[in-house]
């Protein structure tokens, strides 16, 4: 079972020190050494202690100090989790990019307003949600004498949240309260607007920070410049993807003609 799992994810070239010495390793082997962090769903404990524990590691063992890049599509979690994230990303030396794609809502919207300000984006179609912190089924004690305790240390980190917001936005302590009273969804402009992120993108292509071709640096945030040259293409390139593009379409027909021959 295990080696099912082990031959079935994809394969990827990478060499870190020499880009003539190639080596295959699986995708997130190397996703993990470019610094690419992921979070697709709720934060519980054991994901925010392996986020947690990423980030230590690769702040501990990468001397050259490369952006990471936290991409978030999380709709919730625990406030002693999310709280926990947050501060490990204010504590690694390097910069943090968070990237918002999907719906990021609660303490998902909160870990995105967290990266380094200034590398805060959001996917065209994306949003968030803000709303007052509270307790999500994972910040209950499982010992019923630990309720007072867990009341005490909610209050004082729903209070934190409020404040980092107030003080990351620039927005008055008013403005954050109100805006907080409810679920609040907002498009990537609005929460532009809002200083909750920096910028809102509609690609990750080439020319944009996430372009990581050389082996060797896969974060290559350091090669983004606004002002990048773009690709030149020659009349006779388009022609020839024209030619091909005709060649594919006949082919279509082809095939589709002898699937009505079958059915």
């Not at 992921?38 to 490369?66: R, S, V, W, Y």
Request: proline share 5%; hydrophobic share 30%; net charge negative.
């Amino acid at each position: 079972m295990h080696n099912f799992f082990y031959f079935n994810i994809p394969r990827v070239p990478y060499s870190p020190n020499d880009p003539d010495d190639g080596n295959w390793v699986d995708l997130y082997h190397r996703l993990f050494y470019g610094r690419y962090i992921f979070l697709g769903k709720p934060l519980d404990k054991p994901t925010a202690d392996h986020i947690i524990k990423c980030m230590i590691f690769l702040n501990q063992t990468d001397k050259e100090k490369k952006d990471f890049f936290f991409f978030l599509n999380c709709r919730g979690g625990g406030l002693v989790q999310g709280v926990g994230v947050f501060d490990t990303m204010q504590y690694v030396a390097a910069d943090v990019n968070t990237i918002g794609i999907g719906l990021n809502a609660s303490m998902g919207a909160f870990l995105l307003h967290g990266g380094t300000v200034g590398k805060r984006i959001m996917t065209e179609n994306s949003s968030m949600m803000i709303h007052q912190p509270r307790l999500s089924p994972y910040d209950f004690p499982s010992d019923p004498e630990d309720t007072a305790f867990t009341t005490d240390q909610m209050s004082e980190l729903r209070w934190y949240v409020q404040k980092t917001y107030i003080s990351r936005t620039n927005q008055s302590r008013e403005e954050i309260t109100y805006l907080l009273e409810r679920d609040v969804y907002l498009r990537p402009t609005q929460a532009v607007n809002l200083n909750f992120i920096d910028e809102f993108g509609k690609e990750f292509g080439y020319g944009t920070p996430f372009y990581g071709i050389a082996p060797d640096d896969l974060s290559a945030y350091e090669q983004y410049s606004p002002d990048h040259e773009s690709i030149d293409i020659s009349e006779d390139d388009y022609d020839k993807y024209d030619d091909d593009y005709d060649k594919y379409d006949d082919d279509y027909d082809k095939y589709d003609d002898d699937y009505e021959d079958i059915f």
